[in-house]
């Protein structure tokens, strides 16, 4: 009898654990339960359909039903709920009461944006955009607005903001606290800040109060103030959702603790995704880090350890990469707030540098920010610019996969031509810089 | 009594290297012999200039003669020949015979490029482009230029083939190989010549015979016809300046053999830059590999040991990075065909990816060749594509620099958004496929 391998959840873990299950058992039905009308989407590809710098939202879906059904054959069910999980029986319920049993089982239902507990969050012209179906809804919205209210300045936040920026809104950014993006420390928070602030208008230490609608627009109550605007996007983060299994083990925000072949606390349960916290290396512990790649990952190894394969997830170290308008932003590992947070020492060291040759067409300046420790082992890195940011992290996130200190990464052998990079690199600067201060410090 | 520290050579190394040692030594004399009369320039973006795209030659004088000469009090001679060099006797002997002891010397001459000998190669309209004023004699001759051969298809020539071309030259580039640059597999060398034939007329397997002059033109004859040409340029390599002190040990093509600290096999004699051989870390042994960032770092170290400080340069590990036409080529580490005729036991695997989101604008393809041993540890890289080359192969450089494998590459938390990085970035993605290829092998 085939084993039966059931999936909760289409998106790009849920779709990756069923494509590695086939592979790894080609008898076994793998079936998954896709709440909404898409598979496999790129999530993070909604601003830029939303910007219009992507016309058709198709686009994003990674690849047609037909592929999984036909190709893959896994048992693909669009617009179907499960409703309750049974980890003792093995067995899952459908929003119809029928029972599904399974061998094994990976949930990877994602997460869901947190929406604030305020009057007036129910008025459809207040969306969040999570799902394929939200982007389309609100562009539709966005061809009659003229004016934006973005709810959060992280980096979701930000990326909504450059979106309705680009439909022709007039944007505003609130965020209840001081800054903008607390992935990065508060000296390369303030450059987003002015990048922002060159395109919108950025509400800081603004705590949302209410909103309240009207036929023609929405007021947003603030603790400073209220703002008229047609639309607003809350973008204030996201949770896992793992409601369906709470039983399991789980950091305090529900995200579901998994060990390296993506095994759950319960038997024969596999998690993947955006609801689970990945080991992450620099920290040392399961952290809430819901991004794309780990949900590829972690997706494919839990079907193919679900499917009877051998596969491990090695974690991640922190890497991230976003747009905010002209700029790049990137950072890995921790900053020096978090790590002086968990009562690290640590310091940083921060350059200014040429993305190319300085006499070379485009060159842009780019800072560094090396977070490390007084050993010299780094811990972090942070690099902003207009120019040859996205790609330099990566070798900061190799760096920080071997613990390599800031002289192992000056005396890296980087590429160089000026078309491309100054003779000694930015990130050689930094390192540079930072060996220095060691010595003197 | 201060120390005489003398340096040969007023280039990236030499220029480095006496600014080192005068922050290792506050009191030193230090003086630069430099034969031309421009200091420490970017030799890499000769080709840019001439190119037009960068319009004064003077920005790519990295400082002016007086920030060497005031703030760091460096006796700068320039249009200055030191004629021979007595090891024994601890002096230098300039061009009027005057004598100049020394208690430190870093011999930082560089590298000449090579002039096959083959008649008519001194007719002023053939030229080499290594010097400054090579490349403003050269672009002062273009302005009435129709026509230009270049001779070598290495990375040299094809920068030159690019410049003549941006020019508005009709360019032919000609290399008595059956292929062009030989720092890359045969597999990633057609792609660039494809780039090449797009802008040019590539010869191959053409083997050079003679120049004849004429006055209004030069006849080019190589072994299977002969092209008309006014101007012809010369990129068949260069080879290390080393004549001068031609009695310490050196690889037989001259360059000068170093210690970690750049110690030559004299006494007090340190070498720096492109004369020297460097340490590569993926041969394990000397190589001439004659590039900026060595030349920058070599001379660091060795004016630092001069003057009495601590420094030590780990190596490189072969990488480099060159603009073609419209592609970017990239590598580090050893080709398959250096690796094999090494006698190593080594495999490779090529994939094609794109450089960002396949649905977001800009996206082209790169593709990603890892050349790895049979227990999995990756030796070498090769990348080459329109958009996002240059910075990736730093990932790959970082890793050999470490001793990674294929499967260590696939768990590297590298940042993706969609403006820079399909979700498995391209370097996962080569790495993937070399790990399932070692799977089934």
New interface residues.
Partial sequence: MPRRIVVIGGG?AGMSAASAARRADSTAEVTVWEQGPFPSY?V??LP?YLGG??SDPE??IAYPAAEFRERRRIDLRLDSVITSVDLEAHLVVDSDGAEWGYDALVYAAGAQPIVPSIPGVDDPRVMTVRRLEDAIELRARLGTARRGVIVGAGYVGLEMAEALHACGLDVTVMDRLSRVMTTVDPDVAAIIQTETERHCTLLLDAELRALHSHDSHIDVEYDGGTIPTDVVVLAVGVSPSTGLVSDLAALPNGALIVDEQMRTSAEDVYAAGDCIAVHH?VLGEPAFVP????A?KTGRVAGTVAGGGEAT???????????VFDL?V?H?GVTLEEARARGWRAEATQVTAKSR?????GAEPIIVRLVHKPDGRVIGAQLVGRD?V??????V??????G?TVD?IA???????????P???P??QAAQAAVLARGRG
């Fill in positions: 790009a790129g993070c590809g830029y710098v992507i686009s994003l290396r991004l794309g790649p780990a590829n997830f090695a974690g991640v170290v922190g890497t991230a990469v976003v747009k790049t990137a890995t040759a300085k006499y070379y067409p040859g996205a790609q330099r992290i990566n070798v996130a190799a760096a920080l996969q071997v390599m192992d005396e890296l052998d980087l590429a160089y031509a000026p078309p491309y990079s003779v000694y690199d990130l050689i």
